[in-house]
């Protein structure tokens, strides 16, 4: 269930093997440069796809035998986001004005620690295995603060460490506070986290030397178009996966 790859890049290493596969899958067209726009009903059932041509400005009509939307989550709705700009929501939109059932859309997960940058709206993302291999939580004082918050200090869940790097910010009036790892082996953690390492040498900053100026953004969608344990919607023929979907847990007695 579990992947690692060269170190802190396992998400780019898994849709570059995804995408080379699927080009070379007999059988499989992909259409790229197609913006889908929404869902082909007939009589309550999914029966395709209406989508925009973006090199030709044409509408087209994909009609298909079932639909499986797979469009990421909603975090272009905030200011501040690990999403990439196409993390707009259009999936669950065109599942919701098709009728499909949604659930949960309400709770949405922010992570604790993505670099700050003045000015920048999509953040990157800092690692949450850099607090398990050590990483603290200081102020501009270089003052930590999670030990007063949770007895778990930076390793409390998510929305609490949240919290917590909130509450400080606005005690100090501060836009950020900052992950240090500088009391950990240089050599250890550049080989742990190159990805980082090099994305924040970018803008001159030493991971392993240098504290990385940090704060909450939004993340994860916990919400969204309700399916089943097979990625089934409440509409025939309409399947969904990954960051729209929200899938009901099913119990069944022992």
Not at 81 to 86: A, D, F, L, S, V
Not at 155 to 171: C, F, H, K, T, Y
Not at 191 to 197: D, K, L, S
Request: glycine fraction near 12%; include cysteine.
């Amino acid at each position: 269930r579990i992947l690692h790859a060269h170190g802190d890049s396992t998400g780019r290493e898994i849709v570059r093997t995804l995408v080379e596969t699927a080009r070379r899958a007999p059988g499989l067209e992909l259409l790229e440069q197609m913006f889908s726009v929404d869902l082909l009903m007939e009589g309550g059932r999914c029966v395709g796809l209406l989508a925009l041509d973006e090199r030709t400005g044409e509408p087209r009509a994909l009609r298909a035998g079932a639909v499986i939307l797979a469009t990421g989550g909603v975090g272009q709705v905030y200011r501040q986001t690990t999403n990439p700009p196409q993390a707009t929501g259009d999936g669950m939109v065109m599942a919701y004005r098709a009728g499909a059932e949604m659930m949960d859309m309400e709770f949405v997960q922010f992570h604790p620690t993505a670099l700050f940058l003045p000015g920048v709206s999509q953040r990157f993302l800092l690692s949450e295995a850099m607090r398990g291999e050590g990483a603290r939580l200081i102020n501009r004082e270089g003052e930590r603060f999670m030990t007063a918050v949770d007895p778990r200090a930076e390793l409390a869940p998510r929305d609490i460490v949240s919290r917590g790097i909130v509450a400080e910010m606005r005690r100090g009036g501060e836009a950020c506070v900052f992950l240090d790892l500088r009391h950990l082996d240089a050599a250890f953690v550049h080989r742990r986290f190159p990805g980082i390492a090099t994305t924040c040498a970018r803008y001159g900053i030493d991971i392993a030397r240098d504290p990385i100026p940090a704060s909450p953004c939004a993340h994860y969608v916990m919400g969204g178009v309700k399916i089943d344990l097979w990625g089934r919607t409440s509409i025939p023929g309409l399947f969904a996966a990954g960051d729209l979907s929200r899938a009901e847990a099913v119990l069944r007695a022992a």
